[in-house]
């Protein structure tokens, strides 16, 4: 069995769509099939065929965040004692060596990540090249455009 590692926000942020799955895209499918089949002839029913592809689609995705949340291993990051190392959940600022530009990122599951927020997947290169390090440490990770080297300049459990 596969365990999901997952930061307390991206479990609770899962919660909250499942929630949104079940008790509004859920009731709003099935109101659409009604009015579609209302309408007769469902060979030639465009706006069934579509309301049944949401539907299909609403379902598998509230089974897989089920199945995801029964396996989960929600890791509170706030609740430990910061040692400066970089860990799941941990937010850490790091340091280009060469250009001194600070790029901030957190730790965290790959149902969370999104870099554009600036949280990167425990499975991602840069986090992979990152975790089990401290503070002041240099480390070199291959991006592609390169092997570029980073100092973590702070590491913290928020």
Do not use: C, W
Request: aromatic share 4%; hydrophobic share 35%.
């Amino acid at each position: 069995m596969q365990r999901y590692p997952m930061t307390v926000a991206g479990a609770d942020a899962l919660r909250a769509e499942l929630d949104r799955l079940k008790n509004v895209e859920r009731p709003r499918i099935t109101a659409a099939i009604a009015e579609a089949r209302a309408h007769g002839d469902l060979k030639e029913n465009a706006e069934y065929h579509a309301a049944r592809e949401q539907q299909s689609f609403a379902e598998g995705r509230i089974k897989e965040i089920e199945a995801k949340l029964s396996n989960v291993q929600i890791i509170d990051i706030t609740k430990m004692t910061n040692n400066g190392k970089v860990i799941f959940g941990a937010t850490v600022d790091i340091e280009n060596v060469e250009t001194g530009e600070v790029k901030t990122y957190q730790i965290v599951g790959e149902d969370e990540a999104d870099i554009k927020l600036g949280k990167i997947s425990s499975g991602s290169p840069i986090a992979r090249g990152l975790m089990g390090k401290e503070e002041g440490d240099t480390v070199t990770i291959t991006t592609p455009s390169g092997k570029v080297e980073y100092e973590i300049s702070e590491v913290r459990y928020i």
